[in-house]
């Protein structure tokens, strides 16, 4: 048993001793895609520009058929639970 902690409390502190702790603010700053990204493009003047073949089509709303289909299941839906409510004795709420 005494072995078990002495190892472990020798594992620990060689674990410790491993890390050094010269600057911890290099250590918390982290790289990020940005940087690969701002030094790519140092060297670049040009402005963007739209391509009309890009744009996104306005949404216009559930077309008729969708919305029959909504509210068929929404009826389905509702006479599912009244079967059940019926097949429990029970009235549904209003």
């Not at 008729?64 to 009826?75: I, M, Q, S």
Request: charged fraction near 30%; charge should be negative.
């Amino acid at each position: 048993m005494k072995f078990r902690l002495v190892a472990a409390a020798t594992a620990s502190l060689a674990l410790a001793a491993c890390g050094s702790s010269d600057n911890a603010s290099t250590e918390a700053e982290a790289d990020t895609v940005e940087v690969a990204a701002d030094e790519a493009m140092d060297g670049v003047t040009d402005e963007p520009v739209a391509d009309p073949e890009a744009a996104i089509e306005e949404d216009t709303g559930p077309t008729a058929a969708e919305t029959a289909r909504v509210e068929e299941a929404a009826d389905n839906a509702a006479a599912t639970a009244e079967a059940a409510m019926d097949a429990m004795g029970e009235d549904l709420p209003e």
